[in-house]
């Protein structure tokens, strides 16, 4: 079992540009949520797929915009990229909503971006 | 708002010597889940231990268990005859029935082991 993996590992853009990351959940796993960290914090959720909608979201603007697909990948997307987007962004997936509070989330290695 | 605080953000430990984290969050539900995640340098978050907010008994996993006293809404994590693999950033995090599958993170502690 691979386990959650993301690509790139790293990424350097500069302000204003688009982005994109992309997630694989663990297999068995239909939930993908999203969380951007800044170096220092603890993660903050963006928003989670589920069934190719998004289903719950966080206090990010809508620069922030993401996407799941029938296999259960994710990507997310950031536009109009400004340096305080800088971050470490994990993602973790989890077997689906109908477990409530006791799916845990597993979490990926993250993609550290930075923005010049 | 589910708030989560962990007041310290570093501490340090003697190899095989117990550590006590501390964390207290801030709350209206009665029935959520409570988590301590492991944040190594290779980043990857690992989940530690969980206890369950309608549970009394604390939580135990191995080396590691935690003191929840839901009245005064803390949840602090032990660490006994700590590892030098122990070294990491803790987090410890919340998860209650509104937004079911969103955690929120306090903003970590740093745990250092010197041998």
């Known amino acids: 079992d691979a386990g959650v993996t993301q690509s790139p590992t790293h990424l350097i853009k500069t302000r204003g540009q688009q982005v994109t990351l992309r997630c694989s959940p663990k297999s068995g796993h239909d939930t993908v949520s999203w969380y951007q960290q800044a170096l220092g914090q603890g993660p903050q959720f963006i928003f989670q797929?589920?069934?190719?909608?998004?289903?719950q979201r966080g206090n990010f603007p809508d620069r922030f915009s993401g996407h799941q697909f029938p296999n259960y990948s994710s990507e997310l997307n950031v536009n109009a990229l400004w340096l305080g987007d800088s971050a470490l962004y994990l993602c973790?997936?989890?077997?689906?909503?109908?477990?409530?509070?006791?799916?845990?989330?597993?979490f990926g290695p993250g993609t550290r971006l930075t923005v010049l | 708002a589910q708030t989560v605080t962990q007041s310290q953000p570093e501490m340090s430990v003697q190899e095989a010597e117990t550590v006590t984290l501390s964390c207290t969050y801030d709350t209206s539900e009665s029935d959520y889940y409570l988590f301590w995640y492991k944040q190594p340098p290779s980043r990857q978050m690992i989940l530690v231990i969980r206890q369950e907010a309608y549970k009394q008994q604390n939580a135990t996993e191995n080396r590691f268990s935690v003191n929840f006293q839901k009245a005064a809404k803390s949840f602090s994590l032990k660490i006994s005859d700590s590892q030098l693999g122990d070294a990491a950033m803790y987090f410890c995090a919340y998860r209650g029935r509104e937004g079911a599958q969103k955690l929120v993170f306090g903003q970590g502690t740093r745990l250092t082991i010197n041998p």
């Open positions: 973790a997936s989890s077997p689906g909503l109908a477990g409530g509070l006791y799916n845990e989330q597993f």
């Open positions: 797929y589920y069934e190719e909608e998004e289903r």
